[in-house]
């Protein structure tokens, strides 16, 4: 009888967490959606850095899988498109882009699908490149409730728990959509042929939407954004990125801390650059969570990027370290350049 007490009690508070754990999912689209590699995860929170490549036009798809081993996998993808728009003034530009994310998590199926368009302009003054961007978004989220069970659904008479019991539960709808707007800026500066800096600071969720499945009210709050990038050429053909990343939402906070190695390695053959790369993500006030182990291959005009997070957090038990993997692969048109200048003949 004490075994069949534990088991039963273990269910229950293994169903609790579930729900209490989709709950949270469905109240924080915007903490949830994360990308570790930095290529997508800047770009995805901060509009500016999307301006942040050489070239004259810019394509990224991103995907992560993660928490497999846990149970459903949360799987996110991302496709974003940008483009410079050239003046005839050297030193100011305008660039847009869009943005496309979805995302789908748990049991309930949660899905959320973002549109989004990115908006702003660059100042460039001698060393330093100044920018502002805003991004209006329409976002939509759904979820299944089919097939969940409910801690107050578990019958004692079949051992189990019956879907056809009342969950007790009163959902509003399945479905909800809401407009909000994110606002970016960028710093950039080049002090020497071997360093330069760009940073970005943003605002997530300036409207505060309602967000809720529930017949309650309950606003997105504001999340605030903050990367620091370092280029440092260390030798010849070897270059290192530290990277900071910065992001709270409330009482959730994330932080992204590490660097890249970039290897020119041209004299191999194909490819152009193999960019290795070790990152950690942690709080404030916590331990920290992943060792994100990954690197990217710059061949032509394509990049890809390939990583896993380790996790190492007190969810390792459950995970055996196991956390996300994920695929970034980025195309870039290079800058059309007048390369000859031709006098035209007078006589036509």
Request: with cysteine.
């Amino acid at each position: 009888m004490n075994s069949i007490n534990f088991t039963l009690m273990t269910m229950l508070k293994a169903s609790s967490c579930i729900f209490i754990l989709l709950l949270s999912c469905q109240f924080s689209f915007s903490q949830d959606v994360h990308f570790s590699q930095r290529l997508a995860g800047d770009r995805q929170r901060n509009a500016t850095f999307a301006d942040h490549y050489d070239g004259n036009l810019q394509a990224l798809l991103a995907y992560r899988q993660q928490w497999q081993s846990i149970g459903v996998p949360f799987n996110t993808g991302m496709f974003m498109l940008h483009k410079r728009f050239q003046l005839r003034s050297p030193i100011f530009q305008f660039f847009g882009g869009i943005q496309l994310l979805n995302d789908q998590s748990g049991d309930a199926k949660l899905r959320g699908t973002h549109f989004g368009l990115n908006l702003g302009a660059a100042l460039h003054l001698g060393q330093n490149t100044f920018r502002a961007a805003i991004s209006p978004s329409y976002s939509i989220k759904s979820f299944d409730p089919n097939g969940l069970t409910f801690p107050i659904q578990y019958d004692r008479n079949i051992g189990g728990f019956n879907e056809n019991l009342s969950n007790a539960e009163s959902f509003a709808g399945n479905n909800i959509n809401f407009f909000d707007v994110d606002l970016a800026f960028g710093w950039e500066r080049q002090f020497s042929e071997a360093w330069s800096i760009t940073t970005g600071a943003s605002v997530l969720n300036l409207m505060e939407p309602e967000e809720s499945f529930f017949a309650q009210a309950n606003q997105l709050g504001r999340g605030y954004g903050l990367q620091v990038l370092a280029k440092y050429q260390w030798k010849s053909k070897l270059q290192l990125l530290p990277y900071l990343s910065y992001y709270r939402n409330n009482n959730a906070s994330e932080t992204l801390i590490g660097s890249a190695i970039a290897m020119n390695v041209q004299e191999w053959g194909k490819i152009d650059i193999i960019q290795p790369f070790l990152y950690t993500r942690t709080g404030i006030d916590r331990n920290i969570d992943a060792l994100i182990l990954g690197s990217s291959v710059h061949v032509g005009k394509l990049q890809l990027g390939v990583s896993y997070d380790f996790n190492i957090s007190n969810l390792e038990i459950a995970s055996n370290y196991q956390g996300g993997l994920e695929f970034t692969l980025v195309y870039t048109e290079p800058l059309k350049r007048l390369m000859q200048k031709r006098i035209p003949c007078v006589r036509y």
